[in-house]
């Protein structure tokens, strides 16, 4: 059949009249209300289609719409939404209205909710949504670093369930608290740990940071709130079904690289041959000399790099040479270890809806995470519930309940390395050529047999909690609210030890060869269980009332609350197992252990807000706590705080009018208050005012046992009381350009009076420690800055920014004591986290020394001779050790002709100086995000300006124990043939940080600045149009990556956040669980 031109066109014709007959021609204008100015971008849409425009750059609009659309939806940035009905002549003039969401937004605050425009202090609000939203994060606290300004949350490794250490303008708050940690309210109560709670569940987060905000919490709140709302139902909703999940793969960021077997036993024999002249050396019954490290370079040129297997071959990869146990071959024990990718995913399903009188909501959660454990999988689970129902059942009463409960599992393999040196430590402990293969099929003793072996510890919390509330609605403005909350932490850690059979060369040879054999210590061959349980009974009573009169707003606040706290602790154990498979007490039968602790405290307040408004332009806010603790004497347990904040909305004076093109909203802010700090190290909390007596082995025997005695009683002080916390905040809060930028800034100096710190020294002859007594000060310094920014671009895009930076110093002005030695943990005027050390010049050459002829060094008495102009550095020499070419060389600051500390006081401090400081300065956040077309787009980078650190650890000093490893980024040292290394000539640093060559310093001193980026999404919301039929109401699917790369100037291989608060251990620094970096993929449903 034969289809002519002419028939085409009039099949065309008929389908474009078709299409024609099926819609409707919108025309329009959209404006600015108040100024008659056009909108540019504005997004106009058919409701209930997918199909609109934006408006050009007079504001005007034209669409073909489907037939019979009846309105249409008009939005903009800054901008309240419209709807309008489309008339019969098709066209439509709109006219929007500022919105003043921003200045308007209601945010929770302590008992209550404010408008955001009438906040007079400093209080941050978190964009969960964007903050959350897509991200493959498993707890809150993660996500909120770098969130606002001046919250600081670290982590010590990245462990899975490891719970983050989480501070609020500042680390340290004061010198005898446990860091300056903020309350952490979920729906108005302490929960213990943000790793219970799902970021699904949240609602909102507000971050109270000065006195002004915080007091009315009282006791526990001397170092900020993090407030926290879970998601409730709303009334008159339809009932909406939401469904998300992602599916991540995470892989380590930062992994130490072991140096070669030949070059890290090279290092190794050049360090102990200047320590002991030994032309050999022997570690865990390894023998390391010339022949061996001659036998290691050929083993790596001949077979490096080739797949033999595991099993090791005798003469190939080991062999006993008279009598001497060699391993000639290089081993990858990280990839033997460590999977390259692990997997994990996270589920979250929620119901909600409500009628006019009752509103429910049902979050339920499921997170499943593998860890990197090759041998023996380690992993963590979590699993959330929170229900939630409020109801009106008279017009005067509503009532509410929720329920939240978490149980969170983790699994590890039992650690036979004891407390602090688990799996990984030990895998980067040993040298390169340590066995991690097999002999005849069979392990071989190492961390992965261990790991292999090992019975699974498992770790299981259970958290539970039932809210009751009521509001009493007594008049208009007069609410009565009253909630009683009972939680409760069931902690279970159950751990089953044994032997492990491996070929065991620790112990050295049996008959020429390496015996195969069960090893154990009797710590190791254990069963032990962990329990502790708490509860927590709060309960609130308080009444509100709120009267507007004319141009005075008025709203007063004033209630009690009481919290009961009581926790036991119990641990179990018992050695001598009879079937390890079988990890039970009555299933041994060595000794028994039984120890146990018990916590009690309780707090109560009575509290009153005063909120006063003038004209929407002048604002105050009272406020008044009576605390009473019970971790105090009885004379001593009640102090009254008060509070107050000021604000002035200068924006809206008259003579600001010829700012109003730009500036749209300008308020000035200033608070000070006073908080008690209850916030006394737990651990020793009662012996401030309660003598106490300790048993301790008198180490006399008595027959043949060993007699305890106990000790005279401690000295207290004749008061110890609240510490007094005052913050004085200034600040303002500024929207701009049609409210598209906003800025933010905050300035404040947060002071911690009467301190408790250890008493004027008394004499020796005294018998014991001076009391501590309240008579130290110290203060936090510092300033907040967060700017966000939305525009809406003529073509539909739409982008916005967020950035945030802050800084602090903590400084001790009042501390007992005349001499300000600089070791000691505080002076007056010392700034906390400062590090004191020398400044490097450089390596010591053979220029430096004298010489003979023959270009050899001149000794004198076995040591080297400086030449004259040099300054001496024999005072920091000990035993064997002395400065020669290829040491470090000091700066001789004080120009004495010597390097040395003098006094070592800040008074007289010699060569020394203040070097760095540990404390994270300059932090900053910044967000990015952009929406076009159903796409989404957004980034967030995360980092710190400065930071300095002098760890300790092999990763950080080479030649830290000399016998051990050492690591590819520590071959550049100096030899007589490379003179311009980084590193000095290798030497036993005799496990040290501080001595020889690896004196604080700032040759080797690290910098911990760091920028990293945090995450970076993609997604696609599907039209609704495609989903109507399917009665859905919204499909979006992205893809997300978490800790994608990062800027760094380390030269080390440690991941840049490591902790700043508790700090890893001198031994561990660096071989920790290794932080991840992950990628995602996932869907979020709405029916």
Known sequence: MRITRASLLLVLLCCLASFASGQQKITGRVVDKSNNEPIIGASVQAVKSTVGTVTDASGHFTFQAP???????????????????????????????????????VVVVGYGTQKKANLTGAVAVVDVNKTFGSRPITDISRGLQGATPGLTITSPSGDLGTDPAVRLRGLQGSLNSNGAKPLILLDNVEIPTLQLINPADVESISVLKDAASTSIYGARAAWGVILITSKAGKRNTKNTINYNNNFSWATPTNLPTIA?????????????????????????????????????????????????????????????????????????????????????????????????????????????????????????ERYNANISITSKVKDWLDIRGKIFATKAVGRSPFNFGGLSSDPIYYLYRWPKNYPYGTIDGKPIRNAITEVQQAKMNEETNRYQRVALGATGHIMKGWTVDMDYVYSNLNYVKKETGGSVTAYDFWGGLSNGAIPYSKYTTPSNDIVRSTSMFNELNTFKLYTTYAKDIKK????????????????????????????????????????????????????????????????????????????????????????????????????????????????????????????????????????????????????????????????????????????????????????????????????????????????????????????????????????????????????GLGINVMASLSDFKEIVTKYPGITRSITANAYAGKTLGEIWGYETDRLFQFSDFVTKADGSLDLVNGKPVLKPGIASQSQLESGWFYYMPGDVKYKDLDGDGKVWQNSNTVDDPGDKRVIGNSTPRYQYGFQLGAQYKGFDFSMFIQGVGKRELWPSGPIFIPGYKATEAWYAHQLDYWTPTNTNAFYPSPIDQGESNNQRNFLPQSRYLLNMAYMRMKNMTLGYTLPANWLTRAKIQNVRVYVTGENMFEFTKLDIPIDPEVDYISGTTLNTFGRVYPYRRSYAAGIQITL
């Open 260 to 380: 070669s077997g030949p070059d890290g036993a090279t290092m190794a024999l050049a360090a102990l041959q200047r320590s002991t002249q030994r032309s050999d050396y022997s570690i865990l019954g390894i023998t390391y000399d010339q022949f061996a490290i001659d036998k290691m370079r050929q083993w790596d040129q001949q077979y490096g790099g080739k797949d033999l297997g595991d099993d090791m071959v005798y003469g190939r990869d080991y062999e006993v040479v008279g009598g001497k146990l060699y391993f000639y071959r290089s081993w990858d024990a990280g990839d033997k270890f460590m999977k390259k990718w692990t997997p994990q995913q996270k589920h979250d399903l929620s119901f909600s809806g409500g009628n006019e009188k009752t509103a429910y909501n049902v979050n339920l959660g499921y997170l499943n995470q593998q860890g990197v454990l090759k041998a023996n999988q380690d992993s963590y």
């Open 67 to 105: 037939q019979g659309t009846q309105a249409v939806l008009i939005k903009f940035l800054g901008y309240k939404p419209l709807t309008m009905a489309v008339p019969a002549s098709g066209t439509i003039n709109a006219e929007m209205e500022l919105d003043e969401q921003s200045l308007e937004q």
């Open 552 to 795: 005075h707003s008025f709203k007063v606040i004033a209630g009690t609350d009481m919290d009961l706290f009581n926790e036991t602790v119990t641990t179990g154990s018992r050695k001598a197992l009879i079937d390890p498979n079988k990890g039970e007490p009555n299933l041994a039968t060595g000794e028994q252990l039984y120890t146990g602790s018990r916590k009690l405290w309780s707090t109560a307040g009575y509290f009153g807000r005063i909120n006063y408004v003038f004209a929407n332009k002048w604002l105050l806010e009272l406020n008044a706590r009576l605390d009473g603790s019970s971790r105090f004497p009885t004379n001593d347990q009640w102090g009254f705080f008060p509070s107050a904040s000021v604000g002035y909305v200068v924006s809206d004076e008259k003579f600001m009018n010829f700012t109003k093109p730009v500036l749209d909203f300008l308020k000035l802010r200033a608070s000070y208050g006073e908080i008690g700090s209850q916030d006394l190290n737990n651990a020793n909390q009662q012996s401030y005012f309660l003598p106490s007596m300790n048993a301790i082995s008198s180490n006399w025997l008595m027959g043949s046992t060993n007699m305890t005695s106990v000790t005279m009683p401690t000295p207290v002080p004749p008061t110890v009381t609240w510490e007094t916390v005052s913050t004085l905040d200034f600040g303002f809060d500024a929207r701009m350009f049609k409210n598209k930028l906003g800025v933010t800034f905050d300035w404040y100096r947060r002071t911690v009076n009467d301190m408790i710190v250890p008493g004027v020294a008394v004499p020796s002859t005294f018998g014991d420690v001076a009391p501590k007594v309240n008579a130290g000060q110290m203060y936090t310094q510092g300033w907040e800055l967060a700017i966000d920014f939305n525009h809406q671009f003529e073509n």
